[in-house]
């Protein structure tokens, strides 16, 4: 039998590499993110709906963490509707 790292040292690496940050503050969570080039739509000064997706996804289920623990929420679905 092979044994695979457990990757936690690798957990939200793409969050970090997206520049998108969070934290706890008392019971609100606040996040910072830096905005470039590359997460703007081409040729226009709008960001991808994806990336803001994946923010949202990932704050909503955080929170959902807060509220539900130890139990595990998880996404069932998620709809952009534009």
Not at 1 to 21: C, N, Q, V
Not at 34 to 48: F, S, W
Request: proline share 6%; net charge negative.
């Amino acid at each position: 039998m092979t044994t695979l790292p457990s990757g936690l040292a690798d957990r939200g690496r793409i969050l970090r590499e997206m520049g998108f940050g969070t934290w706890r503050v008392g019971d609100e969570l606040h996040g910072s993110a830096e905005i470039t080039p590359e997460m703007h739509v081409p040729g226009a000064a709008v960001l991808r709906t994806s990336v803001l997706a994946t923010w949202a996804d990932t704050v909503s289920g955080l929170l959902a963490s807060l509220v539900m623990g130890p139990r595990v929420p998880v996404t069932l679905e998620l709809d952009v509707h534009l």
